[in-house]
């Protein structure tokens, strides 16, 4: 039985198998997640959120996940190499933070426009 997974804020789906991460289905909807420990619960770039009412959908966190995220696993935070999917579920991506500064940096810049005008 195959699941919608849905990629936020990119809005990209996509259908797949239960057992699947969410590393390996947002590669495959086109979705760049970060990494540099390439899947073993070490870099924690991939972290990604998903609503208490979705959790669910996620099969319950291993116990890797568990030691790197402790609390934060309550305000529905996962590693999306470790999560693997048993429902349909939408998965918020966050900015990445170096675009995320950038972006800020950019509108702070055009507010200061708009405000000279
Ligand atoms: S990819 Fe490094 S912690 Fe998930």
Known sequence: MEHTITFLPQN???RLKAGVNLLSAARRAGVKIPTRCDGKAACLMCKVKVDGDQLQSLHPPTDAEQRK???????GTRLACQAKVRGSVSVHVPEDPLKAAIRKQL???QQENDDWF
Not at 69 to 75: D, N, P, T
């Open 12 to 14: 990209k789906s996509i």
């Open 107 to 109: 509108e702070r810049q």
């Open 69 to 75: 995220l402790g609390s934060l696993l309550e305000a």
